[in-house]
């Protein structure tokens, strides 16, 4: 009986010492003892191997810009449910998060040189006037770039007029844009071609 004692002492100590090796190593400092534990039990076609996350760039584009070039990207409006967005060297221009989109028209004009946002507007296509659009690209400087991304209806209310300064702007879609158009278009005051930065989906 006095054996017995000692003995569960012995069995204590041992216990806890090869628990303290375990843990010691299973937590050891490279890695959680979690994550380990799954590493000992999982079989080597479970293994979970992290792959490397794919590099954003500027404005969330998939590679970089050339050198002494602007990065930007235009998004638009899905049906009349999710804004359109402006972006133009990683900084936010428009989008439904700044509250400065709307139905229509949504348009940046952006300084050429230094690529310096000028002004920002949206104009409502269906039921607001074509001649607030008119006055706000009549007067464009030479230089000046245009961003424009459209938001359920961008045709409704365009007139001759209208389409042809975007056509001189450099858009080809611009006469042919209808009710419901979802339209991207990225042009300038004095190109002598048409922008490769436009697209149209009917």
Sequence with gaps: MRVAGPLRIVVLIFTAGLTWIMGSILLGTHGSGFSRLQQLFSSPENAVTTEPRA??????????????????????????????????????????????????????????VNGELLEARSFDMWAGDVNDL????????????????????????????????????GSTNAKELAFRDSWVFVGAKGVQDKSPFEQNEK
């Design 55 to 112: 590099r954003k760039y500027k404005c969330g584009l998939p590679q970089p810009c050339p050198e002494q070039h602007l990065a930007f990207r235009v998004v638009s409006g899905a049906a009349n449910v999710i804004g359109p967005k402006i972006c133009l060297e990683d900084k936010m221009l428009m989008s439904s998060v700044k509250d400065n989109v709307g139905r229509g028209l949504n348009i940046a004009l952006v300084n050429g």
């Design 134 to 169: 008119l006055k706000f690209i009549r007067p464009l400087h030479e230089g000046t770039l245009v961003f424009v991304a459209s938001y359920d209806d961008p045709a409704t209310k365009m007139n001759d007029e209208t389409r042809k300064i975007f056509s001189e702007l």
